[in-house]
């Protein structure tokens, strides 16, 4: 049914668009978003000082939504970091030293292994935990620091951060924007990151090996600043101990969260719960009386971490929190009575009125993903994708689901870390090769896996 759009809708439809635009421009968003807030709100009830307090009420409103989301990512860096420190993940990764023979090895283990730890850690504190450790065993065996590069980021800020299978940050954001259940996200998103990370990676390989052939690519030897030393903070029998119980925690964590069918907010709160034992454990045994203190300081540097990433994305969530259930909550009731929020309501109103294709709706969310990423977080703007993607779907009588998932891996292989430069930096740093650089050699793997996985995507829906 084609209901009448109010000026409301007109003007949260305007900052839509500004919001892409200013992304395409690469400009940042905050203003423009707290803008959209202030005049949303503003013409919904005209009270100026109404306006102004709902635009702080709107903060708070996507920092409660979100706040599961950065807790886990600030605990999870805080354990990170106790393991850096004490030498835990040196362990951890050492076995498979023994495996890396040849450059093809060092490529896929790396990579696997950088997927593996990203899942549980993400992917810039994996990076931090794998690359001073596999970069300088990949140089003996051949394998450029440019493929330990490209490795780390296709399998890490690709595979492992678009799907987000547990700690489930990119779900969530994109599932919350677009009115379905994480886990529907998380089902949908299988083949398609499966397709993605397939297409990518083999295509970044072949390419990779081909320019060693030609000798465009040189093969640098390893350097003693390659190497990490950390103080003799546990003993060797307490560091091999615990590096095989981290992992064999986590590992009990998913065979819990499959039978007890956890998901969502309660598979998060297990893995957070898990990590911070994790972290009290590792202090207490390696700093022994200082345990207490640096406790408290793991925690501040997770959390100095966690909001500095999601810092960004606070006002643009709460602007696009006002397309849903946000509006009530933080404007009030003063939509039309028929409406089923704003987003709903374009939904209904461009179902009626602009014939659609699933291969258009397909293409559309992959662009508009794209576009959003350009930012470089990759999480910015993925709340933009899930309410296009409520919109499309109520149009073409589509799975949202599907919609959803392609858009959220849009937006962060762009965004995430594989084709925008000043995302890069990590990897990039701890290999020593130039962002630019490892943005252009990514480029290609990435555009043919999008365009791959757009065409999955259509036969699915």
Not at 250 to 269: E, H, R
Not at 297 to 319: E, M, N, R, T
Not at 350 to 355: D, F, H, K, R
Request: hydrophobic residues 55%.
């Amino acid at each position: 049914m084609d209901m009448g759009l109010t000026l409301i809708h007109w003007t949260y439809v305007l900052f839509i668009f500004l919001i892409i635009g200013f992304m395409v421009k690469r400009l940042d968003t905050t203003i423009l978003c707290i803008v959209g807030i202030f005049l949303v709100s503003f013409i919904a009830h005209p009270s100026l000082p109404n306006a102004i307090s709902n635009v702080f009420n709107s903060f708070i409103y996507a920092i409660t939504e979100l706040l599961p989301t950065i807790l886990i990512i600030c605990i999870i860096v805080a354990m990170s970091k106790s393991l850096t420190t004490t030498g835990i993940h040196d362990t951890m990764i050492s076995p498979f030293a023994k495996l890396i023979r040849t450059p093809t090895l060092a490529y896929w283990i790396t990579g696997i292994l950088m997927m593996s730890i990203s899942y549980f850690f993400w992917p810039s504190p994996a990076v931090a935990l794998i690359g001073a450790i596999l970069l300088p065993i990949a140089l003996r065996v051949g394998l450029p620091a440019m493929g330990v590069a490209v490795a780390m980021n296709l399998f890490g800020h690709g595979i492992a951060l678009s799907g987000d299978f547990v700690i489930q940050a990119a779900p969530k954001l994109t599932g919350d924007a677009a009115g379905i259940p994480v886990h529907e996200v998380i089902q949908a998103s299988i083949p398609l990151v499966i397709t993605m990370g397939v297409v990518t990676t083999f295509t970044a390989f072949f390419l990779l090996k081909r320019d060693l052939k030609l000798g465009k690519i040189s093969v640098e030897h390893p350097s003693a600043n390659n190497a990490q030393t950390h103080g003799q903070l546990l003993s060797k029998k307490t560091n091999i101990i615990m590096a095989a119980i981290i992992p064999l925690l986590f590992i009990i964590d998913i065979f819990l969260m499959f039978k007890l069918n956890l998901q969502g907010s309660d598979a998060t709160a297990l893995v957070g719960g898990t990590a911070l034992f994790i972290l009290l454990a590792i202090a207490l045994l390696g700093h022994k009386r200082k345990g207490l203190e640096k406790t408290t300081s793991y925690l501040v540097d997770g959390f100095q971490f966690g909001f500095k990433v999601f810092g960004p994305v606070i006002p643009i969530a709460a602007f696009f929190y006002l397309g849903d259930a946000g509006f009530t909550t933080i404007v009030g009731d003063y939509l039309p009575q028929d409406s089923n929020g704003i987003v709903n309501d374009l939904g209904a109103t461009l179902s009626a009125s602009v014939p659609l294709t699933k291969e258009v709706a397909a293409v559309t969310l992959t662009a508009v993903g794209a576009i959003t990423g350009l930012d470089g977080s990759g999480f910015s703007g993925i709340s933009l994708v899930g309410s296009i993607a409520k919109i499309f779907a109520a149009s073409i009588d589509g799975s949202i689901a599907t919609l959803t998932a392609l858009g959220q891996i849009a937006g962060i292989w762009v965004g995430g870390g594989t084709i925008i430069p000043w995302a890069l930096i990590p990897a990039a740093a701890i290999c020593n090769v130039s962002p630019f650089e490892l943005a252009r050699r990514n480029l290609l793997p990435v555009g043919i896996g999008l365009v791959v996985t757009t065409i999955v995507a259509i036969i699915l829906m």
